[in-house]
């Protein structure tokens, strides 16, 4: 148990679906992050989000779609999604930002298996 | 950006000490390294950090030479269960223009322990 819950665990979704992933940390973090991993390939950096506001996009396609209600919460709304974006997506959340005193330690969910059919 | 290189692999045997070298050549004055553990269809879990010389906890050593141009994850007496990828990451307090980078993870090191 590190603190951060992913949901749902596994997600079916066709191409043309709009479906959600949901995070939520309970340690009192002020970052989060979503990380895409594909099969056999190094994790990717999506999205950062410092105190509730957006700080990096990695030039993610607009299909996915992040939001940050609150400290705590951090979503990742899919919507038109493509085969290929079939992965582990896994959220992290840091007590610090990283440009504010951070030094690398995050902290991952279980992640959310996404099948796009 | 502080790149890492790690080997792609490694193979040990149970009761084994294994030994994984993280190099990352452009690490800045303020940056801290980190090594995680990841299993299959599982988040990375943290491990161990550090700024320099050893550190040591339940889990690991860390040993960084005093260039601080490269980092020595050691695992000692490995089990079955340490099968996993490893990582480190190089990250630390940075100017916005380099953040970035300090978040990426290089593609890792799978260590397989056998019987």
């Known amino acids: 148990e590190t603190g951060v819950t992913q949901t749902p665990r596994h997600l079916v979704m066709g191409m043309t679906n709009k479906k959600s992933l949901k995070c939520e940390q309970h340690?009192?973090?002020?970052?989060m992050y979503w990380y895409k991993q594909s099969a056999k390939k190094p994790l990717e950096l999506m999205f950062v989000?410092?105190?509730?506001?957006?700080?990096e996009n990695n030039s993610v396609p607009s299909r996915f779609s992040p939001e940050c209600p609150n400290s705590s919460h951090l979503f990742l709304h899919l919507h038109t999604l493509q085969p290929e974006d079939s992965a582990l997506y896994l959220c992290a959340s840091s007590r610090l930002p990283l440009a504010g005193g951070n030094t690398g330690e995050l902290f991952f969910g279980e992640g959310s298996r996404l099948t796009v059919l | 950006l502080a790149k890492t290189t790690q080997p792609i692999s490694m193979d040990s045997y149970e009761g084994q000490e294994v030994n994984i070298t993280c190099s990352h050549n452009n690490i800045a004055t303020n940056d801290y390294i980190t090594w995680y553990q990841q299993f299959p269809s599982q988040g990375p879990r943290f491990i161990i950090q550090?700024?320099?010389t050893k550190v040591t906890n339940e889990v690991a050593s860390l040993f960084i030479p005093a260039d601080r141009k490269s980092s020595t994850l050691s695992l000692p007496r490995v089990s079955l269960s340490d099968t996993a990828v490893y990582y480190c990451?190089?990250?630390?307090?940075?100017?916005?223009?380099?953040?970035?980078?300090?978040?990426?993870f290089g593609a890792g090191t799978q260590v397989v322990v056998t019987p």
């Open positions: 550090g700024y320099k």
């Open positions: 990451l190089v990250g630390g307090s940075v100017t916005p223009t380099d953040s970035w980078g300090k978040l990426q």
């Open positions: 989000y410092n105190f509730k506001e957006q700080t």
């Open positions: 340690l009192g973090h002020n970052a």
